[in-house]
Structure formats: C-alpha cells, structure tokens
C-alpha cells in the first residue's frame, strides 16, 4: 500500500512538472520537490535531487520538440548555459548548508505573477524584432541573467526555468516560442548539473520515487511540447500564463498542508 501511495504522489508530481516544462519551459522541481516533501515525508535536499533528475530527460525531449519547429536559439542559448552552470553547482552548495523550511519557497509568488502577465500581456514579440537587439547586448544581458538564473536554480531547485523565461522574454526580447525552447534546452544540462551535485552531496536518493518522477515528467513533457509548438501564439501565451498560475496556486496550496 505504502509503495502504490508512492506510486501515485510520484506519477500526479510527474503530471504538473511535465507540463510546466514543456508548456512553459520550468524546472520540474516547482511541481515535484513540494509534492514529495508534503505526501511523502521526504527530506527536501533529496526531493530536490530528484526534481532536477526528471528534468534532465523532460527538458531534453522538450528542446528536441522545440529545435525540430525552428523554436530554438542554440547559439545564443549556449553563452547563458555556461553561465548557468558554474551558478547552479555554487547555488547547490550553499543550499546544503541552509535549512530545510528554507527551500522551495522562493519562487511561488513569482510564479502565479508570472502566470498572470502571460494572460494580461501577452508575449507577441515576432522573430524579426528579435533580431533587433545587437548581438554585445544581448551577450552581456545573457550572462548577467544566467549568473541569478543559475544560483536560484542550484538553490532551490525551483524558479530555474520561470527565471529564465522571464529573462529570456523581457530582457532578452523573444518571442515566446523561441524562448520556451531556449528554456528548455539550458535547463537540460543546468538540471544534469543540479543533480549531480545534489546527488553527490547528499547521496543516493529513493530509486523507486526517481524512477517514475523522471518517467512520468518525461511523458507530460513531451505530450505538452507537442501541443505548444502547433498554438498560436495568443493560445501559447494564455496556456503558459494558466499553467503556471495553477502549479503557482497548487504549490502555495500544498505548502500550508
């Protein structure tokens, strides 16, 4: 019984991050680190660990969906990537030496916030006007966004992705497409990194709970990429925006549980 209960909070956790991946480019640890800290009792470093573990292979097949629609910026997404690295492995360090009621919270105000902008004002930027801004600027503005990207990723495990969409479409100006699979395609290697250092720190995780978090995010992620890359661009931004206000309010929900 114990083992279905775990089958069940393991594969309904999958569900939320895989689609806030491949809908809305975030790191599956906004869905799955609160589920398997509140249902299952599990440590938060731990849950973190697997959070990021579902990532990898969820943000992968995600930026492949997205690369195959010409929905990707690999060349300017690599400069960010680097720098989200080298932050994300100092942010999982620190995180090991703060407490466990101090992590995951960070990012579920941003995130319902976030929600609602999509919804309000809609992202309509097109690729031309993304051409616009010079490419010295938008090197600059890339690592500077990487290196807070990077650190709240390693630190919390949350708010990765959501980060780096608000960057990515703000700062950066692109259309949100683009920016959804640029998302995804960083978040692949930064979740790799976050969870080898998580892993490497605090040990070998629940094989079981790793096991169908990484294969149900996977699935959800997929299903969700596929529907993302054929809306419109107005369908895609209230998509986003409810996606991201419902796993928001669902996180904020389980939190006081």
Same mark, same amino acid.
């Given at each position: 019984m114990e083992l279905f209960i775990s089958f069940i909070v393991c594969f309904v956790a999958g %569900?939320?991050?895989g689609l806030g991946t491949g809908f809305a480019g975030? &790191?599956?640890?906004?869905a799955i680190s609160p589920i398997l800290i509140t249902f299952l009792g599990m440590p938060a470093y731990e849950a973190v660990g697997i959070a990021l573990a579902s990532d990898v292979l969820a943000s992968g097949? &995600?930026?492949?969906?997205?690369?195959k629609n010409k929905n990707l910026d690999i060349k300017n997404g690599l400069v960010m990537m680097v720098t989200v690295l080298v932050f994300t492995t100092i942010g999982s360090f620190v995180s090991s030496l703060v407490p466990s009621t101090t992590m995951g919270n960070f990012s579920v105000f941003m995130t319902m916030m976030l929600g609602v902008k999509f919804i309000v004002k809609p992202v309509m930027t097109t690729k031309e006007s993304m051409e616009e801004l010079d490419a010295r600027t938008r090197i600059i503005r890339s690592i500077l966004g990487g290196m807070v990207i990077g650190f %709240?990723?390693?630190f919390v495990g949350a708010g990765g992705g959501m980060m780096m969409l608000l960057v990515l479409t703000t700062v950066l100006g692109y259309e949100l497409k683009t920016a959804v699979g640029t998302s995804v395609f960083v978040m692949a290697f930064t979740a790799f990194t976050g969870a080898v250092s998580h892993f490497a720190i605090g040990g070998k995780p629940d094989l079981f709970c790793l096991v169908v978090c990484v294969l149900s995010t996977l699935l959800w992620a997929r299903i969700a990429a596929r %529907?993302?890359?054929k809306a419109n661009p107005l369908t895609l931004n209230r998509m986003v925006g409810v996606i991201l206000v419902v796993i928001g309010v669902a996180i904020f929900a389980v939190n006081l549980l």
């Open positions: %569900i939320g991050a975030m &790191s599956a640890a906004a097949v &995600s930026a492949y969906t997205y690369g %709240i990723c390693g %529907i993302a890359n």
